[in-house]
């Protein structure tokens, strides 16, 4: 029995074994991949630097500026910063073609609450916009499900989406908000 033991521990340490030599080849093997071809890990370097830091988040202090004058209009409750992932799943962009961008939105349930900047990357600016559209039906037809969440729809409904040559913004009032918040906007674009 002790034999038989043995055997199967000595199996399952041999197959373990395997797997940690697999994964440790593969990272050599993608090391060694892109040193061959340094264009490639060049290119693939500056994507990574142009979208997203390893923190999920994205934020110079260019558009923290337009963030904030955009939430003195739009005072959001109980904010949660918009991430790399909201970014790409949510809003359905792709990381290319953001350079940057900072945003908060309502972590409220029945409060769409949304601030949203983005420096878009060259030439990606209509994309953007079209993309923010799509994320705005979306969220009108979630909201239509819920009658106890009219308002934040009406507000959906009425999200001001805009940009300029290097900005693209997008705003949805919070159920706080008493402004028509198309002027902050416009003044965003102005700067």
Do not use: H, W
Request: net charge negative; aromatic share 4%; hydrophobic share 45%.
């Amino acid at each position: 029995m002790k034999i038989r033991s043995k055997l199967i521990l000595s199996a399952v340490a041999a197959t373990l074994g395997c797997a940690l030599l697999a994964g440790c080849g593969g990272a050599a093997s993608s090391s060694t991949a892109s040193s061959a071809s340094p264009a490639a890990s060049s290119v693939v370097l500056s994507q990574a630097e142009s979208a997203l830091p390893d923190d999920g988040t994205n934020s110079p202090d260019a558009l923290a500026d337009e963030v904030d004058a955009l939430l003195e209009a739009n005072p959001i409750s109980n904010q949660f910063e918009i991430a790399a992932m909201n970014i790409e799943y949510d809003f359905g962009l792709k990381a290319e073609d953001v350079a940057s961008y900072k945003g908060v939105k309502s972590n409220d349930n029945g409060d769409a609450g949304l601030v949203l900047v983005i420096e878009p990357a060259e030439g990606k600016a209509e994309e953007i916009v079209e993309a923010l559209k799509a994320y705005q039906q979306d969220q009108v037809a979630f909201y239509g499900n819920y009658a106890e969440f009219a308002a934040a729809q009406a507000n959906v409904e009425n999200a001001v989406i805009a940009n300029s040559a290097d900005r693209v913004v997008m705003v949805i009032a919070s159920n706080a908000c008493t402004e028509d918040l198309t002027d902050a906007v416009n003044d965003v674009l102005l700067k």
